[in-house]
């Protein structure tokens, strides 16, 4: 009985080779893609162009600039006088992702000492801000504090031959006034950031919500693959595909007719991840998630992803013939997409080769002109590229289904 019943299940398994294939070829595929997503080096990348600004003549600054280019930083300087306004112009362009303005002088004394202003993107690399910045405390404050012993020896005069207890006093005066001083500057703030959106104007700085809330919503807006692949699974287990061709229904009126209210689902998504982000969220101590920018332009892109979704989705479920086949098929391709596409792991903290291989992600194309939208506050014109990217994959996806729908419904195929 138990030999007889182990058979059974091994036929039952070889009828459901998809089911079987998922257990391995998934693990495989997500290890790898996660594996390769997560192994960037430590070391910073010496892409970021960055722009120091100060006074030329100051001897500081220039220490300063050798020491990052040292560190392998992609760094050029400029003259805080007459560049300051060309460079926060690149800045806003995206030419330079990091603007370090020193407006001291050189004759700056250390107790009037201002902080450096880190003028930078919103969408900015945060990991590598991080190790920017420990660079920049370490040379700065340690060139900063060496010009200042370097100019201030303690001098004594010693014509009159004074007692030695004085000259002693005298020293430990001097050197306490010192050390205080130097006290007082590493207690100081060391540099203000300020963050500059597309159109040259300050915002506030990103927090950790407004990049998990548009990755999971536009995670959840792909899913709308499952319904749609139910409703066609059973339309052909029940043989209506039958009967539609029987009633000469077209392809294109029946497709357009699944994807009104699916639609019309996903943009109910899209509002409620936002209100779910901007009301429920504080509750919990995170901070608020709310939109930058016009209403209208993360309409129009809300649209485009629900075409994109919805192309993927529909592809899949003509092609699928059964509900746990387009499970299987579609479920697994959305989480292929999420991990290239900085779904599941920034992009910024991805290598090279994975960035690129993001690139070709119709999530990631969302997630950038998500991101965009919000951070950088740029104009529906800036998003134009990707805009495109998911109309193209949206209407290709559909038109594709279209035509292997319209040849089902032609041959009356049964499942």
Known sequence: MLIASICKELRLLSRDLHGVAVLFIMPILFMFIMSAALSNESELSQETPIMLLSERENPLNEALFQALKEEGLSVVQGNIRSERIKAENALTEGIYSLLIINSNSKLTALSDEKPLELHLNPSIDRGWLLGVKGILQKHYTRLRLEQYLADNHIKLKNRQQKQIKEIEKKVNQDLDKKFAQINDYLAKAQWQEAYLNRQGEQVSKPNSVQHSVPAWLIFGMFFIMIPLSNVMAMERQTN???????????????????????????????????????????????????????????????????????????????????????????????????????????????????????????????????????????????????????TAFGGVAIGLAAMIYQQQLRKQVRF
Request: net charge neutral; no cysteine.
């Open 240 to 390: 209506t595909i039958t009967r539609l061709r029987m009633a000469r229904a077209s392809a294109l009126n029946l497709i357009v007719a699944k994807l009104l209210p699916y639609f019309l689902i996903n943009q109910l998504q899209f509002i409620g991840m936002i209100a779910l982000g901007y009301f429920v969220l504080p509750y919990f101590d995170m901070p608020a998630f709310s939109l930058n920018g016009e209403w209208g332009q993360y309409a129009v892109l809300s649209m485009m992803v629900s075409l994109a979704a919805l192309g993927y989705g529909l592809l899949v479920s003509v092609i699928a013939r059964t509900t746990e086949h387009a499970v299987v098929l579609g479920g697994g391709g959305i989480i292929i997409m999420a991990a290239i596409g900085g779904i599941m792991v920034p992009t910024y903290v991805m290598p090279d080769i994975m960035q690129t291989v993001a690139e070709f992600s119709p999530m990631g194309w969302a997630l950038n002109a998500f991101q965009n939208l919000l951070l950088n506050q740029s104009a529906l014109s800036q998003i134009t590229d990707y805009l495109l990217k998911l």
